[in-house]
């Protein structure tokens, strides 16, 4: 979505009211919370940080000098400590925590007890290596349990991890190596995907051929293929934890000290380093956890985004295993080896809360309702979705024919530097609207303005906004805290900007409706404009692309992009799959353009500036907007044309 598209007219909505069965076990069952944070968010953070097992107390809650927050001053803790130590004292020491599917029906049950022991052993394995307190991790790893054991581990010494999607190419991971200067590369020989090998490990070795600060890399053994093993550098994950101790004390972190660094795309080239720290992130995600998904004891719970996104950090990682909670982690796709693989799972393993994307959710409606009519889920009892703007016709199917009517929907909206939910409904108490992340978190103060930071009235649309600093919120742009500045708050001073337009309805609800930046976010995955442009422009044929989301059915969105060709190039058949290809060579598979179209120039001001929201008025088959700043009217009438003809 465009700038220039806030307005959008609200659907008659019906109202859900939570379940009177489920509403009188849920955690939170009084909405007194809401405005008793409201009263006093410090307080109301404050009592939230109890959940967690600190060495030492804090003194402060929150330090605030905008834009760069401090919470829980001078209190110390471990992230790892939080998540496995404290739960081995009583019964919980037994219970599964991480229970894993593998792509091939293989399964692995790992009990606190277990995982506390293979973390502190890769721990001790880091340490051999070198990696020390402060140091740079990166992780790049299929969804295998020694995902979130490296992960730990990381936490458990102080070593800020940065963990890079498995889809991402190589030259995606060497520019998050190098920009991190990461000292160790944790990755797999090999990952699964729909019953052939993604081959990690060589992706590793060719990022890591121009780059110079890696010394190590950890090899888990998880398909068999072939690799090289390069001497003095390359270990294998199961040789080196062999004899590494099991004792391993966890490291008292100060509350801010750098918990992970995680990549995500902005509106320029280059990914931005979000940097999260440990005391107001583990309380932020621990404390949503806990009240959202209506975590109890004997839950199965499933998150079904994968850790190389924030989703996987905090849902998977952090915040359920410091509520102690049995996480299910699968590794596959939900189409492997039959359609009906999610519904098998959850019928194997009796999964009572699942958390997906939209995006899987409309693929699951195409596909038609007898795959999950095939199975038992009569397990579940509350789901959950993320990443993007879920369509009601999409909640709506979710609702009958995953929750059979019975189970609330918790429509979350967050972000990668939010580093928790920021608006949800909590289950217990919130009546649901088909389509809205409903309101905010207790504690979260979100709000609609207009260009200038004002408020706008309910009923009407413009920027999501976050007032005040919450505990889990990014700290800065690793290397960067210029680009943190101008990035997110610049726009209006002292306020954080999201980069999403929203709008709010007469009962104080939230919709939001998509980015209002060169942001586009294909199946939920964030993809900078910029970033696909450039790989364009890698290509010795282009001379100058401009990409935009178009409007998806299943993905949300997806990439289209605008080429020009410079001189004398002449299209080939199987062109468009070349570009197409370069693209994904260079960034992954995820940014590979649907449509590309070429055209001999680009719609621009008089000043150079390429006017995307005619390219996108142009793809989405729309009127033109205003085109009195074009420079030359022509291009966008004969791109329409030629658009119209191929589109
Ligand atoms: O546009 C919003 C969309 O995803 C963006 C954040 O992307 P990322 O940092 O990759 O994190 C995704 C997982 C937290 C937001 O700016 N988004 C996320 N959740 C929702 C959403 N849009 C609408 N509704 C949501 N529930």
């Not at 949300?556 to 605008?562: E, H, I, N």
């Not at 290809?581 to 995820?590: E, S, T």
Request: net charge negative; charged share 25%; hydrophobic share 40%.
């Amino acid at each position: 979505m465009g700038e220039e598209q806030l307005e959008v007219l609200f659907e008659e909505t019906r109202l859900f009211q939570p379940p009177e069965e489920f509403r009188a076990q849920a955690n939170v069952q009084s909405a007194g919370v809401y405005e008793e944070a409201a009263a006093d968010s410090a307080g109301f953070w404050a009592r939230q940080a109890e959940r967690l097992t600190w060495f030492e107390p804090w003194s402060k809650v929150l330090e605030w000098n905008p834009p760069f927050a401090q919470w829980f001053v001078g209190g110390k803790l471990n992230a790892a400590y939080n998540c496995l130590d404290r739960h081995l004292d009583g019964w919980r020491r037994n219970k599964a925590a991480i229970v894993f599917e593998g792509e091939k029906g293989d399964s692995r049950v790992l009990t606190y007890q277990d995982l506390h022991r293979e973390v502190s052993q890769f721990a001790n394995v880091l340490k051999s290596l070198g990696v020390q307190k402060g140091d740079r991790v990166t992780i790049y790893l299929p969804m295998i349990p020694e995902a979130a054991i490296a992960m730990l581990a990381c936490a458990r010494i102080g070593a800020p991890h940065s963990v890079v999607f498995g889809g991402f190419s190589a030259e995606a991971l060497r520019d998050r190596i190098d920009d991190a200067q990461a000292k160790v590369v944790i990755t797999s020989d090999g990952s699964f995907r729909r019953g052939s090998v993604v081959p990690l490990k060589a992706n590793a070795d060719n990022a890591l051929k121009q780059v110079q600060c890696v010394e190590h890399v950890v090899v888990v053994k998880r398909t068999g293929i072939d690799v090289e093993m390069q001497d003095g550098r390359d270990v294998w994950y199961h040789e080196a934890m062999e004899n590494a101790s099991a004792n391993c004390p966890a490291e008292p972190m100060d509350a801010e000290d750098m918990l992970y660094i995680l990549y995500t795309s902005g509106t320029t080239g280059k990914p931005k380093g979000v940097v999260h720290t440990t005391g107001g992130y583990m309380v932020g995600v621990t404390a949503t956890h806990q009240m959202i998904f209506d975590i109890k004891e004997e839950d199965v719970y499933w998150c079904t985004a994968d850790v190389g996104w924030v989703t996987g950090h905090s849902y998977i990682v952090y915040g359920p295993l410091a509520n102690g909670a049995t996480v299910l982690m699968y590794e596959g796709t939900p189409d492997y080896p039959n359609k009906d693989r999610f519904w098998q799972i959850v019928e194997k393993y009796r999964v009572t809360i699942l958390y997906t994307a939209p995006t899987a959710i409309r693929t699951f409606m195409k596909w038609g309702t007898k795959y999950p009519e095939s199975r038992d889920l009569s397990s579940l009892r509350l789901l959950g979705t993320v990443g993007e703007p879920i369509n009601p016709e999409a909640w709506m199917w979710y609702y009958k024919n995953i929750g059979l009517e019975r189970c609330p929907i918790v429509d979350t909206w967050w972000q990668t530097e939010t580093g928790m939910v920021m608006m949800t409904p909590l289950p217990g108490i919130t009546a649901l609207k088909p389509g809205s992340a409903t309101v905010p978190f207790p504690g979260v103060n979100v709000e609609v303005v207009d260009k200038d930071g004002q408020p706008v009235p309910k009923g009407s649309g413009g920027y999501l906004v976050i007032r005040e600093p919450w505990p889990a919120m990014l700290r800065t742009v690793y290397g960067d805290p210029d680009r943190y500045v101008s990035t997110y708050w610049s726009r209006w001073q002292g306020i954080y900007f999201t980069g999403d337009g929203a709008k709010w309805d007469e009962d104080g609800y939230f919709w939001v409706m998509g980015r209002v930046d060169d942001v586009i976010n294909v199946s939920g995955h964030r993809i900078g404009t910029a970033e696909v442009e450039s790989a364009l422009v890698d290509h010795p044929a282009v001379a100058e692309a401009a990409c935009i989301g178009k409007t998806h059915e299943v993905k949300g969105q997806a990439v289209a992009a605008f080429v020009t060709l410079k001189e004398g190039v002449d299209v080939q058949a199987g062109f468009v799959d070349e570009l197409k290809g370069h693209v994904a060579k260079k960034i992954g598979a995820l940014a590979r353009p649907d449509d590309i179209f070429f055209t001999a120039e680009l719609p621009k001001t008089r000043s150079g500036k390429i006017m995307r929201r005619l390219l996108r008025d142009i793809a989405e088959g729309r009127a033109l907007g205003d085109t009195t700043t074009l420079a030359d009217a022509g291009v966008v009438n004969q791109l329409k044309e030629k658009y119209a003809d191929e589109g």
